[in-house]
């Protein structure tokens, strides 16, 4: 399975990497909208509940965006780890056609399947070596892997997510 997964990442690293080089700050991230669910949405409900899903990886990038910047390496670890388990759900909440109006999903996830995944992958590889690297309290590798975290978050959303209305 990670031999598989490696060998897709491969592919996009190179477009990624090149992305990540120009992303410093969350800038160009957003990190919701206004209707946010109170509670966990139904986990059948599969727009509601990714959505959901994601805006909690973004809370947590967020806050682990300032914990690193304070200095606050180990504190910041179990956010990284948070996003590294998030991203391993990201394949199976979009099941082909899951797209429609409550959803900001195009249609080129499906259309390009693979690269899609292997984004994905990107994300939990990097937030758990963000883990790792928090967790020895390296702040240089922390950074490193921040950088190119932010750099999936950028480039999956370039490629796969509709602008906001
Ligand atoms: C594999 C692709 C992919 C990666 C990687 C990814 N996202 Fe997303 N994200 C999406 C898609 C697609 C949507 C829209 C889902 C929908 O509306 O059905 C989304 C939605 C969101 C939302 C919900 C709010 C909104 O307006 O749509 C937030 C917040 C978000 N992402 C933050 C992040 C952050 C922060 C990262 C990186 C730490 C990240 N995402 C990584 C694909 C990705």
Request: hydrophobic share 40%; with cysteine.
């Amino acid at each position: 399975m990670r031999g598989i997964v490696s060998r897709v990442v491969r592919g996009v690293l190179i477009s990624v990497s090149v992305m990540a080089g120009g992303l410093h700050s969350l800038g160009g991230l957003s990190f919701g909208h206004e209707n946010h669910p109170t509670q966990m949405p139904d986990p059948q409900q599969t727009v509601a509940f990714r959505t959901y899903l994601m805006e909690n990886v973004g809370a947590n990038a967020k806050e682990m965006k300032g914990k690193i910047d304070a200095g606050k390496l180990e504190e910041a670890k179990m956010n990284a780890a948070a996003i590294a388990l998030h991203s391993t759900r990201i394949a199976a909440l979009f099941p082909e056609g899951s797209s429609g109006d409550s959803s900001r999903a195009k249609e080129e996830i499906w259309q390009h399947w693979d690269a899609f995944l292997a984004s994905a992958t990107e994300l939990g590889t990097e937030a758990n070596a963000l883990t790792v690297a928090a967790g020895e309290n390296n702040a240089t590798s922390v950074k490193e892997h921040m950088q190119k975290m932010f750099g999936t978050c950028k480039s999956c959303h370039d490629q796969f997510r509709k602008p906001e209305e």
